[in-house]
């Protein structure tokens, strides 16, 4: 079992948990992933690493409330635990000295899987900007934390209410204006907003890392759930992943298969709701 060691809400619905798992803390690396399973009948929930810490043996998750099995996890305080938590598993971050400046974008809860990648990159001796997108001001997580590990953090929301008004690709737009040498944009988030920052990049050639969550079930390549065309090939994020070329992502096709099990989510959270309100 894995203890929940601490819990916090960082923004509506959006949940920090730190998690005693030493082996997996021993041997996790940035970019990385985890799978967890909160019972015996529950959905193994596949997360992107946010921290870890090898001495203390603790492993930072961050997730945003969004079906059945995510109000299940979130149901659970600190000193309950986990069934499973496998990991680390995925390939980690390339983590090494570049000619020129690293970016990291994180959209929502995609800031906190950029934090440890930034954190390696700067130790590494390079320069590293953080984009941090929200819709609003209330659901931005961890700016403080980034402003800890980065040389400079640009903040955008959609409706202006903290930051600079606009997307994250008019802020990556806005450093080629300025004419900030670009070696690498790492970008993490939703799948649209993965998309539109990987074609803001193209046309400027600057290389550009995504991180694909897609639907997974076992983690390990087996049932090929994770399945995404990448270039001519087919990968699966599990175990070829969970970071691909940008540009060269299927993300159409990406975007279809996370869509397929949406009905599906939607009547098991409803079930789920009226079991926590206690009607029949």
């Given at each position: 079992?894995?203890?929940?060691?601490?819990?916090?809400?960082?923004?509506?619905?959006?949940?920090?948990m730190?998690?005693?798992?030493?082996r997996?803390a021993?041997?996790?690396e940035?970019?990385?992933?985890?799978?967890?399973?909160?019972?015996?009948?529950?959905?193994?929930?596949?997360l992107?690493?946010?921290?870890?810490?090898?001495?203390?043996?603790?492993i930072?998750?961050?997730?945003?409330?969004?079906?059945?099995?995510?109000?299940?996890?979130?149901?659970?305080?600190?000193?309950?635990?986990?069934?499973?938590?496998?990991?680390?598993?995925?390939h980690?971050s390339?983590?090494?000295?570049?000619?020129?400046?690293?970016?990291?974008?994180?959209?929502?809860?995609?800031?906190?899987p950029?934090?440890?990648?930034?954190?390696?990159?700067?130790?590494?001796?390079?320069?590293?900007?953080?984009?941090m997108?929200?819709?609003?001001?209330?659901?931005?997580?961890?700016?403080?934390?980034m402003?800890?590990?980065?040389?400079?953090?640009?903040?955008?929301t959609d409706?202006?209410?903290?930051?600079?008004?606009?997307?994250v690709?008019?802020?990556?737009?806005e450093?080629?204006?300025?004419?900030?040498?670009?070696?690498?944009?790492?970008a993490?988030?939703?799948?649209?907003?993965?998309?539109?920052?990987?074609?803001?990049?193209?046309?400027?050639?600057?290389?550009?890392?995504?991180?694909?969550?897609?639907?997974?079930?076992?983690?390990?390549?087996?049932?090929?759930?994770?399945?995404?065309?990448?270039?001519?090939?087919?990968?699966?994020?599990?175990?070829?992943?969970?970071?691909?070329?940008?540009?060269?992502?299927d993300?159409?096709?990406?975007?279809?298969?996370?869509?397929?099990?949406?009905?599906?989510?939607?009547?098991?959270k409803?079930?789920?709701?009226?079991?926590?309100?206690?009607?029949?």
């Amino acid at each position: 079992m894995y203890e929940i060691l601490k819990k916090e809400e960082l923004s509506p619905h959006v949940y920090a948990m730190e998690i005693a798992a030493p082996r997996v803390a021993k041997k996790a690396e940035p970019g990385q992933f985890i799978i967890l399973r909160v019972n015996e009948e529950g959905e193994r929930i596949p997360l992107t690493i946010a921290d870890f810490n090898c001495e203390t043996g603790r492993i930072l998750i961050v997730f945003q409330v969004i079906g059945a099995s995510t109000m299940e996890l979130a149901a659970l305080e600190a000193g309950d635990s986990l069934l499973d938590f496998v990991g680390p598993l995925g390939h980690p971050s390339e983590i090494r000295k570049l000619d020129g400046t690293m970016v990291v974008v994180g959209g929502g809860i995609g800031v906190a899987p950029t934090y440890p990648i930034a954190r390696a990159m700067h130790e590494a001796g390079n320069k590293v900007i953080a984009i941090m997108g929200a819709k609003t001001k209330d659901i931005l997580i961890m700016e403080e934390e980034m402003k800890a590990v980065t040389d400079e953090v640009l903040v955008m929301t959609d409706d202006g209410s903290y930051g600079i008004k606009g997307f994250v690709t008019n802020a990556v737009e806005e450093l080629v204006r300025r004419g900030e040498k670009i070696a690498q944009v790492t970008a993490i988030g939703p799948v649209i907003m993965m998309r539109s920052v990987a074609e803001a990049t193209r046309p400027y050639g600057i290389p550009t890392v995504v991180s694909l969550n897609p639907i997974m079930v076992d983690g390990t390549g087996m049932c090929g759930g994770c399945r995404v065309t990448v270039g001519d090939e087919t990968k699966f994020a599990c175990v070829d992943g969970p970071e691909f070329d940008g540009h060269a992502v299927d993300f159409p096709g990406l975007m279809s298969r996370q869509r397929m099990y949406r009905d599906l989510e939607a009547v098991e959270k409803e079930h789920v709701c009226r079991i926590g309100l206690g009607r029949k």
